[in-house]
């Protein structure tokens, strides 16, 4: 994937394709950022393969791991994590910061795999359910494990960078965790809530505390009424940014139109074919279903009131067949009416 690059990233790409036509990429008009640029790499690769790795094209992540990305994936997981086994490759303040994010994360219900960024193995039915996750604010580390496939963890020592330099600056960073953080939960949303709900209680002992000062006669003139009116509509002030904010929470989460769920495995018999429209022709709708259906019954006699005869080899969705010495014979009715 090209992500809109001003170097020569793409004429590199199309001369490999020149020597070797398995050699394939996409080129995007603009820089759209890591997570779009890959996730449209994933949606062109949906539907031509078993299953599909990513990562990142600076070779940090060990190209060998793949070897064991399918030897999971022939197990039968259908994710596979690429998981660090340690970052010592990174600086003080970069270990520091991403452990800190990843217990945060934890404590505010994100499903994260610590350590794991984007160097991932996904089978066709996986990543056919991540397609269908259609959000613009993309954390792909947060929506993976929704899926909910089975899924394994590879462990692989990252290297360091060959060459060039990394585009994700600290503010880069900070920028992406709390788009992680307020994609994945309202828990901040929450903390304003609870906030205002704990200044509202602080405002109530500090009224009564005014109201002491007030009667015993050491307070100023003014000074209870002004204590009481701020802490009183400061925390109802936040009580209510709380109770608004989980609203839009709300709302938030419904305009993203995530899957609600994914199946993994059914044993509903497969659905009637539909040609999709809806005239006389289409399966299911129209009169020549019906017709058909009355065509094929046979008119009722005396005595079998409210019970519909069908010829004996019409109307059987599987046709017993009775095993002889001279070969198979369908069995057929005892020639009595309405009996099958």
């Not at 590199?12 to 020149?18: C, D, K, Q, S």
């Not at 993309?138 to 290297?159: E, Q």
């Not at 809530?193 to 002992?205: E, I, M, P």
């Not at 019954?297 to 009775?322: I, L, N």
């Amino acid at each position: 994937m090209d992500d809109g690059s001003s170097d020569r990233t793409w004429a590199l790409i199309h001369e490999a394709h020149r020597r070797n036509p398995r050699v394939t990429g996409i080129r995007l008009s603009r820089n759209v950022g890591h997570q779009k640029a890959l996730m449209a790499g994933l949606e062109a690769a949906s539907g031509r393969a078993d299953c599909v790795a990513s990562m990142d094209a600076d070779l940090q992540d060990d190209v060998a791991v793949l070897r064991e990305f399918l030897l999971k994936f022939m197990e039968g997981f259908d994710v596979v994590y690429g998981v660090r086994q340690s970052r010592g490759t990174d600086g003080w303040f970069k270990r520091t910061s991403a452990s800190l994010f990843y217990r945060l994360a934890d404590r505010i219900g994100i499903g994260l795999v610590p350590h794991h960024a984007d160097c991932r193995l996904l089978s066709a039915r996986a990543l056919a359910e991540l397609v269908r996750y259609r959000e613009s604010n993309l954390f792909l580390r947060g929506i993976v494990p929704l899926i909910g496939f089975p899924s394994a963890v590879v462990h692989y020592d990252r290297r360091r960078r060959a060459a060039g330099r990394s585009k994700y600056p600290l503010r880069r960073m900070l920028a992406f965790a709390f788009d992680g953080i307020s994609s994945f939960s309202v828990a901040p949303i929450r903390l304003v809530t609870l906030a205002g709900f704990l200044v509202l209680l602080a405002s109530a002992a500090a009224g009564l505390y005014a109201l002491i000062q007030k009667w015993l006669g050491h307070a100023e003139a003014g000074w209870t009424s002004l204590m009481l009116s701020v802490w009183m509509l400061g925390g109802l002030q936040l009580l209510g940014i709380g109770l608004i904010g989980e609203y839009a929470g709300k709302i938030y989460t419904e305009v993203k139109r995530r899957p609600r769920y994914a199946v993994e495995a059914s044993l509903l018999p497969p659905a009637p074919s539909r040609t999709g429209g809806r005239g006389p022709g289409a399966a299911g709708h129209g009169p020549t279903r019906l017709a058909a259906s009355l065509r094929g019954a046979v008119p009722m006699g005396r005595g079998h009131a409210g019970k519909r005869r069908q010829p004996a080899d019409e109307g059987r969705p599987h046709a017993r067949s009775a095993v002889r010495a001279d070969g198979p014979e369908p069995v057929r009715g005892s020639g009595r009416p309405g009996t099958p």
